[in-house]
Structures are given as structure tokens and as C-alpha cells.
């Protein structure tokens, strides 16, 4: 038991007073005299006796009274806190769309914001309320029931230690307060990288798992292009199931709005199947997957956008070469040769391949130029000339960590060996060919090579044509000049694809997809002036992301910005630039969920409760405060009612 005013205690100390009144009254009787004695000798004695007695109740029955009125202005209660304790709950509510998942009643998000409305009565309380994307502080019932009642999901997740740091931030260390700390989700393990400390935060911290009644959840994972010919590509589309099952799943493909396209997603008792869809080459394609499923929605619907094929700027520097533009054609290239004389420096930034053919001597002003060329995420290949300028070269090879020529080799090898798991080469061949005519070359470089891989090599494993990757572009260097007096390579019908490869691979062409994040980096090919900013729109809201612009591309952050899955448009001064395609993050699909007991551990702190109505229950027993003033009034009130009946009704 407590007491509000616990300093009126002390007047108990003046009970005192009523007991030395009463032991003096004890003690004073009056004597009568009568003439027959023996008689009434007796009766004095009984009489004495009753005397003392009712004295004694009426004592006992005083001081009972008003110790129980001294006790009840004392204002005693039962509680497990203080009187004047305020609650500082803080609430984590996971809102990823993980808790789009359906329980016993209805969606686990929108079921407990609704059950914590209900049950909320907490008295002399704020409240905090974290999300995955907003913190809301300082909130009382009605506010707290109001942003509930506004809660939307968000694509951002929070791991649990960034949970309680962040709950920690709220802690209150005012003398009044008590803090309490709970946690709401469904806990995935994706959520938990490492095993979880809840001593930083000294509150105890309830948990409160919320698992759906259906673990069964089918989505689509992921797309990808192949390119089937000139005029088709192949769209595979892999859709994923979190148990194993058999079943055909109905799957649609649409372009925007139009449905152009349906197939059948097959399980073979699995968890996992590809399909396949044909789509066009020549046209820009915003596309959308689409299958129904009851687990979750979120990942039933997946955005990708194909840009139209944009042509790819080509330019020879040096002697003129026939077999350039054979291979260049005007249908998918714009291809430009330049004696070094004319070459003017300004188009330099403006290609996506620069082939240096057979040039004696590289300028450094050329070398600068090319050096900016590569950071800006150009391309380029290097054919050397048979009178090559090896200091020079030499220059070129270290600016782009490509080795160093080490010596001139004029003595005819034939190019044997070919790599056929490298990307430039593998799609080329169907299997190893054995009698294959190898072309030759009477000269070539040699380059000890470091950071290069070998596309083509000599009969005596020297490299003929290598790559070598920058953190932005390729390098190719081909070791032996290509005119027809040093080597038959033109002829081969290598060639074409090694070439054609060349210029298709410095083209950087758009992602299908992005997966939204707390930040996203995107990359957009465009030039725009120093004034100008681009913007992204959708038909619900647009915004400017931070941009970094360089040559003939910009750099696009997206960061604290609440996006949705689908098409947006990225456009400067009203021209739409092009199209990217948003998706969710497939992470909570798979629907892994933690076990509390194991995640709580030996934690002191911490409790797992089994519902909402008991969490509140809890922590409103906590706060409750059962008040037994009235009760001590009542007793003050009976014990002088005894008193006036010891007074009235107790004869002598």
C-alpha cells in the first residue's frame, strides 16, 4: 500500500491524546455510602468491572476512527507505479508491404492499427509512433489514433537494432516518467542481420509478432531480355512460390494499360518456374507483369521499360578502313572516320566507340582528350600501326592500366586460340570448332599484360585482341595493325562480331527495372545545358532528384522520396527523355519469419506478448491506481457509529 500525502501520517502521533484522557478517566470513581454493605459491596465490584470495560471499547473504537479518517486524507492506493508517473510509450508499427499478408482479421497492418485504437486507454500518457519512413512524436490518444487511422504502407524497411536506437532517442528521463518501448511487425529475418542487443535501451521492450493464417505467397521475381533476332527479343519472366507446390498460375503482359500478351506460369511441385514472352525489337515498350494472388499484393505486378534502340556513335581515328564501315552499317550505327589531322576534338564526347587505327604517333592532346573520353564512360580500341611510336603507346597502355609493350615481334603467328566463354564470344559459336582456317598476322606487339583478359590469342599464347575494364568503359587492344599487308584478320569472319560486339557493349542502355530503395542511383543519357534540371513525374506526383550531370549523361539520386511501383517519366523543359520502371522490393516475399523466443534471448527487458488487447491490458495494470481513501472514510464513519452505540445502548 502507498500514499499520496504520506506527511499526514504524522497525525496519527496524536492518538495519543484520546488514550492519556482515557487511562486518567479510568482511574477517578465515587464513592456511595448505603447502610446495608454487605449488599451492595458485590454490585460495586460488577459494576467497576462494566465500567472499565465499555471505557475500554470506546477507546479502541475512538481511535479507530480516527486513525481511519487520518488514513483517508492520507489518500492510500494500490499500484505498481507512482501516483504520479506519466507513461512515454514508444510504438515501432512495421508498415512494409510484407504486412499486406492477411490474418484472422484482415490485413496485418490495418488490423493493428485498428486494435490498438480500440484498446489504447492509457491514462496521463504520450505516445511516439515509428514507422519505416516517419517518426511522430509527443502524440496523445486522439493524435496517436489519428495517424493510425492515415498509416499507408511504404516500400522502406528498418532493421530492429535501427528500430531501438531510434526509440531510444525518445526515451524520457524525467523523475515522473515511465518508458516502455513496443514493437509491432511480423518480423522477417531479413530484417534481423545480426543478433539483436536490447540492453542499449534500458525500458522494457515488448514484442508482439503478427504472422498471417495463409504462409503460402506467389510472386513475381525478376525479368530479363534476350535477344532472339533482328527483329525479336525474349522477355523470361521467373515467378516464385515460399512453399512448394502444383498448380498453373495465369499470367498477364501488358503494354501500359493494353493486355497484349497471356501465358501460364506451370509448378511442377516446385517453388520456382520461367516463362517466356516474344516482344518486338524496333519499338519503346513500357511493360507490365501482372498474376493474382490473395498472399500479398504488392508483388503481384512487375514495371519494366525497353527503350527504343538508339544508334551508336562510331568514330575512326587514323588510316581509312574498309571493313569499319561494312561492319558499321547506317542502320544501327553512325559511323565517322578522321584522319588525325581533321579530327575535331569536340565530337570526341559525343561517341560511344573511338578506334584508333594504326596511328604512328598519339598526340598528348589526343591522350587527354580519350583519358576524358573513358571517365565519361566511352569505349575504346587501339589498332596498332607497324611504324607505332612505342613511347607514345606506351603512354596510352598506363593511362588506362593496360599493361606495356615490351617488345616488337616480326615474326608471322596464326591466332589459334579463342575464348569462348568470354561475353564478347560466347554467343557467337553454338559449340568449339576444331577446323577452324586461323588468320595470322607477320607482326604484332608484345604487351605484358596485368589487368587484361584475352579474347584472342596467338599460336604461342600471346594475346591478339584483350580488354581491359576501367571503372566506366572497356579498353581493346588489338596487338597486330589490320591492313591487309600485315595480317588477314579482315578477312576472317571473326571480325564482324568481335567489332560489332565492340560498339554494342560501349553502349550503356537503359536498366529494364529499378528496385526502389532508401536511395536509388539511376543514370540517364542525355545532354542538357547548366540551367537545366530534369525532372520525374508519374500521373500522381513529379519531383527533381538530385542530379549530377557529366558528358552525355545525368547522374539521378533518389533519396527520402516515398515512391510506387510503375512508369515514371523523366523529361526537361516538358520533353519527356524517357521512361523508367519502378518495383518493389522482392526481399519480403519470401516470408521468412523470426522466432521471438530464440531473437529475444536472455534479454531481462524483454517480453513477447500475444496480442494487442494484452499488451494494453499490461501496461494499463502497470498505470492503474486502486484508491482506498473512501474505504478508510467508511470504516472512520462505522467506528464512530460504534462509538454512539457503546455510548447509548452499553449499561452500567
Not at 477517578?28 to 459491596?41: H, I, M
Not at 492515415?150 to 515522473?176: I, Q, R
Not at 501488358?254 to 506460369?265: D, P, Y
Not at 517453388?271 to 517466356?276: E, P
Amino acid at each position: 500500500m502507498q500514499f499520496k500525502h504520506p506527511e499526514i501520517l504524522y497525525a496519527l502521533l496524536l492518538l495519543i491524546i484520546p488514550i492519556i484522557v482515557h487511562l486518567f478517566q479510568l482511574q477517578r470513581f465515587v464513592k456511595v455510602p448505603f447502610t446495608n454493605v454487605a449488599f451492595l459491596k458485590n454490585i460495586e465490584r460488577q459494576t467497576r468491572k462494566s465500567a472499565k470495560l465499555k471505557k475500554w471499547l470506546v477507546l479502541i473504537s475512538r481511535l479507530l476512527a480516527l486513525s481511519c479518517l487520518i488514513l483517508a486524507f492520507s489518500q492510500p492506493y494500490f499500484s505498481e507505479s507512482a501516483v504520479q508517473q506519466n507513461g512515454n510509450v514508444t510504438i515501432y508499427l512495421d508498415n512494409s508491404y510484407s504486412m499486406q499478408a492477411k490474418g484472422e482479421q484482415g490485413e496485418l497492418l490495418k488490423s493493428a492499427a485498428k486494435n490498438i485504437i480500440e484498446n489504447n486507454n492509457l491514462q496521463n500518457s504520450t505516445f511516439t509512433l515509428i514507422t519505416n519512413d516517419e517518426s511522430f512524436k509527443d502524440l496523445t490518444a486522439k493524435s496517436l489514433k489519428n495517424e493510425l487511422i492515415d498509416l499507408h504502407y511504404s516500400p522502406n524497411k528498418l532493421d530492429l537494432t535501427t528500430v531501438l536506437l531510434k526509440a531510444k532517442s525518445n526515451y524520457s528521463d524525467k523523475t515522473n516518467t515511465s518508458n516502455k518501448i513496443i514493437l509491432i511487425s511480423d518480423f522477417q529475418n531479413i530484417n534481423i542481420a545480426n543478433k539483436i542487443d536490447f540492453t542499449i535501451v534500458n525500458t522494457p521492450v515488448s514484442l508482439l509478432q503478427l504472422i498471417p493464417k495463409e504462409a503460402q505467397n506467389i510472386y513475381l521475381d525478376s525479368v530479363s531480355l534476350d535477344r532472339k533476332s533482328a527483329t525479336e527479343t525474349t522477355l523470361n519472366v521467373l515467378v516464385k512460390s515460399t512453399q512448394m507446390i502444383t498448380s498453373n498460375i495465369p499470367i498477364s503482359l501488358f503494354q501500359e494499360e493494353n493486355l497484349v500478351g497471356k501465358t501460364t506460369a506451370k509448378f511442377a511441385n516446385s517453388n520456382r518456374t520461367a516463362l517466356q514472352f516474344t516482344l518486338p525489337n524496333s519499338t519503346h515498350f513500357n511493360g507490365k507483369i501482372s498474376l493474382a494472388d490473395d498472399g500479398m499484393e504488392f508483388d503481384n505486378d512487375f514495371y519494366f521499360s525497353i527503350s527504343t534502340p538508339e544508334k551508336i556513335n562510331v568514330l575512326s581515328i587514323g588510316n581509312p578502313a574498309e571493313f569499319l564501315s561494312k561492319i558499321y552499317t547506317e542502320d544501327e550505327f553512325n559511323f565517322t572516320a578522321s584522319p588525325l589531322s581533321q579530327l575535331n576534338y569536340n565530337r570526341l564526347q559525343n561517341q560511344h566507340l573511338i578506334i584508333l587505327n594504326e596511328l604512328a604517333d598519339i598526340p598528348a592532346e589526343l591522350l587527354r582528350s580519350l583519358s576524358e573520353f573513358m571517365e565519361n564512360g566511352g569505349s575504346l580500341a587501339v589498332i596498332p600501326s607497324q611504324n607505332a611510336n612505342i613511347d607514345s603507346y606506351n603512354k596510352l597502355l598506363s593511362a588506362f592500366q593496360a599493361g606495356k609493350i615490351s617488345s616488337k615481334i616480326e615474326i608471322e603467328h596464326k591466332i589459334t586460340s579463342i575464348n569462348y566463354g568470354h561475353p564478347l564470344i560466347e554467343a557467337i559459336f553454338e559449340k568449339k570448332v576444331t577446323n577452324f582456317q586461323y588468320p595470322k598476322a607477320a607482326l604484332h606487339y608484345q604487351n605484358n599484360h596485368k589487368n587484361s583478359s584475352a579474347i584472342l590469342k596467338f599460336d604461342n599464347n600471346s594475346p591478339f585482341i584483350s580488354v581491359t575494364k576501367t571503372e566506366n568503359s572497356n579498353f581493346y587492344w588489338i596487338s597486330a595493325p589490320l591492313n591487309k599487308g600485315i595480317s588477314n584478320f579482315t578477312q576472317s569472319p571473326l571480325v564482324v562480331p568481335i567489332f560489332y560486339n565492340f560498339a554494342k557493349n560501349s553502349l550503356k542502355t537503359a536498366q529494364l527495372y529499378y528496385t526502389i530503395a532508401a536511395e536509388n542511383e539511376i543514370e540517364i543519357a542525355a545532354s542538357i545545358g547548366k540551367d537545366e534540371v530534369l525532372k520525374i513525374s508519374n500521373d500522381a506526383n513529379a519531383f527533381i532528384p538530385l542530379q549530377k550531370v557529366s558528358q552525355n549523361k545525368v547522374g539521378l539520386t533518389l533519396s527520402d522520396v516515398i515512391l510506387q511501383s510503375g512508369f515514371y517519366k523523366v523529361s526537361s523543359n516538358k520533353e519527356v527523355l524517357g521512361t523508367i520502371s519502378l518495383n518493389y522490393n522482392r526481399e519480403e516475399s519470401e516470408s521468412n519469419y523470426a522466432d521471438l523466443k530464440t531473437l529475444a534471448g536472455n534479454a531481462k527487458n524483454v517480453t513477447v506478448s500475444a496480442s494487442i488487447n494484452d499488451l494494453f491490458d499490461e501496461i494499463e495494470n502497470q498505470q492503474k491506481i486502486n484508491w482506498l481513501f473512501k474505504w478508510f472514510l467508511a470504516f472512520s464513519v462505522l467506528f464512530l457509529f460504534i462509538e454512539m452505540l457503546l455510548l447509548k445502548y452499553f449499561k452500567i
